[in-house]
């Protein structure tokens, strides 16, 4: 099992100080690091560290460590860009993708994605924030919901647009964010604003465990593939389109009769795409 993964699922309240062990846990700590020396670091006792342990459903410290191990095998890299250690081949490639995809039902329950599908369906206007690489899954997720009759606004990086746009957000929205390899910067402080107006937030990355304050709504995370230097956006794509059947489950007529209108619109707009070629 993924200790990143165990630290993403849990629902336990941690107190300040088991707060701070788990920070140490998640940025600092290794498969090697003691009990003792992760208390030293958070400045806490080990018991401490035994208690948080238990409160993530481990028997004890040496469990954490053992999940912490299978956590460096899954990313034990060749450190080397463009693929250049881990193999160019087509084969190894595809490997390493599929074997990222299939792990991605581990981190992610099915029923903290429906959840998200829950919120998304009843919001009146979502709002998409990321930047870098992630615009373009952003695009892509924007487009899934609103075949769904969803109606959505892409947040630019840009501080003045990003504000001109958020500035209609109320407690009927709901803010998606992309945080893949970091977080950016502004994302905090939108989720906190979306939380001050009453709204609903998200945030999708590749960071298992990783801990963001204010704390969104929903977490959606899960690993991307193995190489550092060379991560596809193959998993959070397979989590946008996740996503939109797991909206789309939930009242299928519903959005079928969304799906219709819009192939209803594009033939009276003369659209032809939708149609199969004809000899």
């Given amino acids: 099992m993924s200790f990143r993964a165990v630290a993403t699922r849990s629902t336990a309240a941690f107190s300040r100080t088991e707060q701070k062990v788990m920070t140490v846990l998640l940025s600092e700590a290794t498969s090697d690091t003691t009990a003792a020396e992760v208390a030293a670091q958070s400045g806490t006792h080990e018991s401490t560290v035994v ?27 060749s450190g080397s860009p463009m693929r250049v250690g881990s193999g160019h081949d087509l084969a190894s490639f595809l490997a390493d993708e599929r074997d990222a995809l299939a792990r991605v039902a581990e981190f992610v329950p099915q029923s903290e994605l429906d959840a998200a599908a829950h919120s998304l369906a009843r919001a009146t206007v979502v709002y998409i924030f990321a930047n870098g690489d992630a615009c ?92 550092s230097e060379y991560r596809t956006l193959f ?33 009276m707009l003369g659209g032809t795409d939708e149609f199969p070629l004809r000899a």
């Fill in 136 to 227: 373009a899954v952003q695009e892509l997720l924007a487009r899934r919901l609103r075949r769904l009759g969803i109606t959505v606004v892409s947040l630019s990086p840009q501080a003045k647009d990003l504000a001109e746009r958020f500035v209609a957000f109320d407690s009927s929205s709901m803010l998606i964010g992309f945080a893949l390899r970091e977080t950016p910067r502004m994302l905090p402080s939108i989720v906190a604003e979306a939380r001050r107006r009453g709204g609903k937030s998200m945030l999708i990355t590749d960071v298992p465990g990783a801990q963001l304050r204010p704390t969104p709504d929903h977490l959606i995370a899960a690993m991307r593939a193995a190489d």
């Fill in 51 to 77: 208690r948080l342990a238990k409160k993530l459903g481990y028997r004890g410290y040496p469990d954490i460590r053992r999940d912490m191990r299978a956590d460096e095998e899954t990313v034990m890299l």
């Fill in 235 to 267: 998993v959070p794509i397979a989590i946008c389109y996740a996503l939109q059947l797991a909206v789309y489950h939930l009242d299928p007529a519903r959005y079928l009769a969304v799906r219709e209108d819009i192939d209803g619109l594009t033939r």
